[in-house]
Every structure is written in C-alpha cells, then in structure tokens.
C-alpha cells in the first residue's frame, strides 16, 4: 500500500489558486505598509532636523533607535510565531505599529521621538518574517523564491511610495502627516486580515495533524480537486529553536547567512537613513532630497523583481556576487559625483537595485532553507542579525558626519566595505557547498 504524501507534496504539485493569491495580495500589501513605516522617519528627518534645530547625531540615535527596535521585534516574534502561530503575531503585530505610528505624529522632542520609534519596531519586526513564512508555505517549490522576493518586494515599495508622498505631504502638513498616514493605513487593512488570513498549513500541520481547518483550507485552496484523504508531515526536529539553526549540519550556513545579512543592513540603512539629508546638504530642495531616497527604493523595487526570477533560475550564488560587486562600485562612484543630476539619479538607483533589491533575495535564501518548524525563528535571527548592522550603520554615520575626520569621498568608500565582505562570503558558502538552491 502507498503511503500518503506528503502536505508539502499537495501544495508543490498543484499551481497557485485564487485564495492563496488572495493571502498573497495580503501579505504584500502589508509589506508595502511595514517599508513604508520603517523608512518613515528618514523622509521626515530633513524636515525634523530644520522645525526642531538639532543636530544631526542626536538623529542619527533615533534612526538607531527605530532599527534597534526592528531587531528585538523580528528575535522574539520570530520565537512566539513558531510557537503560536503566524496568523496571530502577524494580528495583534500590526495592531500594535498602527497605533504607535499615530502616537508619533504627537512627539514633541528627540527624547519623546527616540522611544517611541524604538516601541515601533517592536511591531514592525514581527511582519517581514511571519509574512515570508506563511507566504513560502503556502507556495508550490518552483515558484517559492521567486514569490517570497515579490512579498519581501512590498518593503521596498513602501519605503519608495513613502519618498513620493513624503515629497508631497511634508511641505503641505508638515512631517507629522507621514505618520498619520503609517498609522491610518495598517488599521483599515487588519479587518482584512482578520477575515481572510489563515493560519500556515505547515504550521497546524506540525501541531495536530488531524486538525479539521488543515482541510478546510486545502478544500479553499484547490476547489472541485480530488484530494487525498490523509497524508504526512515531517517529524518534528529536537531541540529550542534557536538551537535548532545550528543542529544537524545546518551551523555553517547559519552563521554565513548572518555575516552576509548584517554586513549588507550596514550600508543598506546607512543610505536609507542618510541619503536625503545628505541630498539637502548639497544645496538640493527638501522635495528633491526626499526624491533621492525615493529613487534609492525604486532601483530596490526593480531589483527585487528581476532578481527574483533570475535566481529561480541560476541560484543564489551566481546571481548574487555580480550584484554585489556591482554594488561597491557604484556606492563607491556616489560619493565624488559632481557631475549632471540625471547621472547622480541613475546611480542612485543602480545602488538601489543591488544593495536594497538583494536584501530580500539574503531573506529568501534564509527562509528557502530552513525546514517548517524552524523558518521563522531562522529567518528571524537572520534579519536579527543583520538589524544589528541596521543600528550599527545610521548611527556610525551620524558619528562619523558629525565628527568631520572623513571627506564625502571617503565616507562612501566606507560605505562601500560591506558589500565587498558579503561577495567573500557568498564565494565562501560556495566552496563549502551549503546553500545550494
């Protein structure tokens, strides 16, 4: 007699129905808002800096503030999602941002500003891997990288459409309308989510495998399909879950995929946090400026897009170290250009769509592989991880600005470092044959 197959097996062999693409729109969307929210308070930073006459470092704190809070948020979510589930951390997650979103419009100095962006992230790091996750598992293999870069994707839409309507909401409402907005937007979207987000089929599958709504959902997801009657799951693996990432064999791509996430968060939020206000700087407009940043989004946006769908194809490795070094060249590049605006734009965005766009592609490989019970806590600690560097970057360069010891050149060539480590250790990865897509 055959054994039953496998609830992956289900989910591979069949294509994407309309109420996994509906989850997927979901999740998407919800991304959108999460890039939106954490790159908020860069687009308002030049207009802070000018209403409240500080100095740049004391900003360079609440940037580090906000991501410190990011990473806290994507470690003990990431723990709580893999032992109660994605659908509610993912819930009561965006509550909590929604509401400290609009509570920020209300700050009135640094002190007031620095804590809330902190107790912000908290919320805000739970939605990128829980989002990554659900959305992974709900995916049949073939499609499944491609699908969590389109998700991860909606991060750096946001961030982008963030530039665009901070570019027009700040000089008309002042700064505080961008958090507004970040507030006013997630809540409309939870009743959405109450009413059509399920929980992981993997996830329920793992904790009760004769759980009726493990049906209930496959009969949503593939309509008038003959099904099997029963099938398997994988065992559950020993061990707490952080452990578990370094427990059989899977030690030397844990600590890689951490070094390559962390060193990439060290310029990435360098240049998402500084780059408008050093735009101003240079003598552009406050609309102009907040346009760079937007432009560096957009190039993250395409890049996400392209690259998805080229490392289905190719891998990881292969698509991933040209990025990268395409990546140092132009960071490098940026910081002696004197020459025509349209050329500063177009290498903006050329950074964009290697440092930004592979960000996600870092998160796909960490969640492509990892096993069910362990992928958000994996993915998680990957972002973690890498969040240091989130706090590590702004805050480094608000010294480093501040002190005056680097030229503009040279502040670049910095800037530049991480991304030539992270090619090492992706060509490391490749030599130890982990990793492998």
């Not at 899977?250 to 946090?273: E, H, K, P, Q």
């Not at 432009?295 to 769908?309: A, I, K, P």
Request: proline share 5%; aromatic share 10%.
């Amino acid at each position: 007699m055959a054994q039953a197959p496998y609830l992956s097996d289900i989910i591979d062999e069949r294509p994407l129905g309309k109420r996994q693409y509906l989850i997927l729109t979901i999740c998407g969307i919800l991304m959108v808002l999460d890039g939106f929210d954490v790159q908020s308070v860069s687009y308002a930073a030049p207009a802070i800096l000018q209403d409240w006459q500080i100095e740049k470092a004391e900003l360079g704190a609440v940037f580090g503030s906000g991501l410190g809070g990011l990473l806290a948020g994507s470690l003990v979510c990431g723990y709580f999602s893999d032992r109660f589930g994605r659908r509610p951390v993912l819930l009561w997650s965006t509550l909590f941002f929604a509401v400290c979103m609009m509570a920020t419009a209300l700050v009135q100095n640094v002190g007031q500003l620095l804590v809330l962006r902190f107790i912000t992230g908290l919320g805000l790091g739970a939605i990128m891997p829980n989002a990554m996750a659900l959305c992974g598992e709900i995916t049949p293999k073939k499609q499944r990288i491609s699908v969590m870069m389109l998700i991860s994707c909606g991060f750096t839409v946001g961030a982008m459409l963030g530039g665009f309507l901070a570019a027009v909401l700040i000089p008309r409402f002042g700064w505080q309308s961008v958090f507004w907005l970040g507030g006013v937007l997630p809540l409309l979207l939870l009743g959405v989510m109450y009413r059509h987000m399920p929980e992981s089929l993997q996830y329920l599958a793992l904790k009760n495998p004769q759980d009726p709504r493990i049906r209930r959902l496959l009969d949503g997801f593939y309509p008038a399909q003959a099904l099997p009657d029963t099938f398997r799951t994988p065992p559950a693996q020993g061990g707490t879950p952080v452990k578990a990432l370094f427990q059989n064999g899977r030690g030397a791509f844990t600590l890689t995929i951490w070094v390559i996430s962390l060193m990439n968060m060290i310029g990435l939020y360098f240049l998402s946090n500084w780059l408008p206000t050093l735009a101003k700087q240079t003598g552009m407009s406050l609309q102009t400026a907040v346009l760079v940043g937007a432009t560096l989004q957009l190039g993250g946006t395409f890049g996400t897009v392209l690259m998805g769908r080229a490392i289905d194809k190719n891998g990881f490795h292969r698509i991933l170290v040209p990025c990268f070094a395409v990546a140092a060249g132009a960071i490098a590049l940026l910081g002696g250009m004197n020459g025509p605006m349209a050329v500063f734009f177009a290498v903006v965005f050329v950074i964009g769509f290697t440092v930004i766009g592979g960000q996600p592609a870092i998160n796909a490989m960490a969640a492509d592989y990892y096993p069910t019970e362990y992928r958000t806590t994996g993915v998680g600690w990957s972002l973690g991880i890498g969040r240091i560097g989130s706090v590590i970057g702004p805050v480094l360069g608000g010294w480093l600005m501040q002190s005056g010891n680097l030229s503009m050149q040279q502040l670049f060539y910095f800037v530049a470092l991480p991304s030539l480590v992270i090619i090492g250790i992706l060509l490391l990865q490749h030599m130890l044959g982990i990793a492998k897509h």
